[in-house]
């Protein structure tokens, strides 16, 4: 049983900074090469949406357009653990950030694609 733990989450200013972290169990990254994990936020009324994704193996990352260049995402592969570091963050990043993962990066900003779901790690971004 895969399970996804996520934290990091806080409150912020605009332009201030946060890194969340997922940390996965139930399966070791080596195990799921080729695999995909990453970051999607809901906020109030509005649809997931994802974030940022990347194969487990590094090879490919993935970004909403409304972050890039403003967050990255990272794993440690020592530690079985995602992290998305946010930088320059806006109130419209207010949100519910969700860790996801499945076996395949069939789609990777798609939320329908991924199998395994976190609880969440609230973040609020004031202006």
């Known amino acids: 049983q895969v399970q996804l733990v996520e934290s990091g989450g806080g409150s912020v200013q605009a332009g201030g900074s946060l890194r969340l972290s997922c940390a996965a169990s139930?399966?070791?990254?080596?195990?799921?090469?080729?695999?995909?994990m990453g970051w999607f936020r809901q906020a109030p009324g509005k649809e997931r949406e994802g974030v940022a994704t990347?194969?487990?193996?590094?090879?490919?990352?993935y970004y909403a357009d409304s972050v890039k260049g403003r967050f990255t995402i990272s794993q440690d592969n020592a530690k079985n653990t995602l992290y998305l570091q946010m930088y320059s963050l806006k109130p419209e990043d207010t949100a519910m950030y969700y860790c996801?993962?499945?076996?395949?990066?069939?789609?990777?900003?798609?939320?329908?694609?991924?199998?395994?779901w976190g609880q969440g790690t609230q973040v609020t971004v004031s202006s």
């Open positions: 990347m194969t487990t193996s590094g090879g490919s990352t």
């Open positions: 139930g399966y070791t990254y080596n195990s799921w090469s080729g695999s995909c």
């Open positions: 996801a993962a499945d076996r395949w990066c069939t789609r990777p900003l798609v939320d329908a694609y991924f199998s395994y």
